[in-house]
Nanobody, 115 residues
Framework: QVQLVESGGGLVQPGESLRLSCAASGSILGIYGMNWYRQAPGKQRDLVASITGSGTTNYADSLKGRFTISRDNAKNMAYLQMNSLEPEDTAVYYC?????????WGQGTQVTVSS
């Protein structure tokens, strides 16, 4: 059974950075897309960033320049480096992996940006 586990969330002050990680366990093959989403209280879940198997990245327009997505194919891991965090970045962050057998979601990690 495939499971995704996010880590690295927490409480930070505005302007600080966090690095989120997403690790896959179980037999997972053929990951062609790794994605990060976020969901703030009372809002829909939105795409933050995505990265293909060849390393092509895509970001939400409002986050370009502050967030960086990366992946380690050998370890089946995805990362999200978040810099210059703002209170508006407060949300639960989820990773999603897309494979030829289906899509898998993690349980989420809370990121809170507050002074």
């Amino acid at each position: 059974q495939v499971q995704l586990v996010e880590s690295g969330g927490g409480l930070v002050q505005p302007g600080e950075s966090l690095r989120l990680s997403c690790a896959a366990s179980g037999s997972i093959l053929g990951i062609y897309g790794m994605n990060w989403y976020r969901q703030a209280p009372g809002k829909q879940r939105d795409l933050v960033a995505s990265i293909t198997g060849s390393g092509t990245t895509n970001y939400a327009d409002s986050l370009k320049g502050r967030f960086t997505i990366s992946r380690d194919n050998a370890k089946n891991m995805a990362y999200l480096q978040m810099n210059s965090l703002e209170p508006e970045d407060t949300a639960v962050y989820y990773c999603k992996f897309e494979t030829y057998r289906g899509r898998y979601w993690g349980q989420g990690t809370q990121v809170t940006v507050s002074s």
